[in-house]
T-cell receptor, first 115, second 113 residues
């Protein structure tokens, strides 16, 4: 149980376009989801906390207008990278608290490459 | 200010040996300390986690040792196998901070056959 599905697993887009990444909790409801960014051989950096039915909370230094987060249902949070540029190329990962409250389960990640 | 410091950055162990990775934290509000295993191109997977009310937790070949007074915790992998070769991250979070996790920098473990 407590599976988080992330889609797509990889995407290549042209500079200036927008890309949407989906994070779904498959067998549980997630009122809160987290979005992370990971550069090669580096750690996970929290970008924002996504709350169902309300605005996301962004970490310091993360551009709200560039990384749009929508959490419209209890099983789906989306991250849209707007007007993507090559420096946005990274590995994006979402996570959600497990129903038992004993931890967090992560999606499989999305590799974004902006060319 | 890095709140969770992880060491070593990389580790090479022979098959059957013990792998030990250490983490130290600063924020005394942290109340959940998980270890994650990550393979290339994949998201982290929870290995084992501990809360401050216990000093040790064991699950199979994986053991967390926790020292609250020293604000340190470690992961021990017994009988290390080549399939354990991955990057390991420690993390810490506080319920008082909406459960947001702070990760260590990661340790790349290589288990040689």
């Amino acid at each position: 149980g407590a599976v988080v599905s992330q889609h797509p697993s990889w995407v290549i887009c042209k500079s200036g376009t927008s890309v949407k990444i989906e994070c779904r909790s498959l067998d549980f409801q997630a009122t809160t989801m987290f979005w992370y960014r990971q550069f090669p051989k580096q750690s996970l950096m929290l970008m924002a906390t996504s709350n169902e039915g309300s605005k996301a909370t962004y970490e310091q230094g993360v551009e709200k207008d560039k990384f749009l987060i929508n959490h419209a249902s209890l099983t789906l949070s989306t991250l849209t990278v707007t007007s993507a540029h090559p420096e946005d190329s990274s590995f994006y990962i979402c996570s959600a608290s497990t129903p038992a409250g004993d931890g967090y389960t992560f999606g499989s990640g999305t590799r974004l490459t902006v060319v | 200010q890095q709140q969770v410091k992880q060491s070593p950055q990389s580790l090479i162990v022979q098959k059957g040996g013990i792998s030990i990775i250490n983490c130290a934290y600063e924020n005394t509000a942290f109340d959940y300390f998980p270890w994650y295993q990550q393979f290339p191109g994949k998201g982290p997977a929870l290995l084992i986690a501990i809360r401050p009310d216990v000093s040790e937790k064991k699950e199979g070949r994986f053991t967390i040792s926790f020292n609250k007074s020293a604000k340190q915790f470690s992961l021990h992998i017994m009988d290390s196998q080549p399939g354990d070769s991955a990057t390991y991250f420690c993390a810490a979070s506080a319920a008082s901070n909406a459960g947001k996790s702070t990760f260590g920098d990661g340790t790349t473990l290589t288990v040689k056959p």
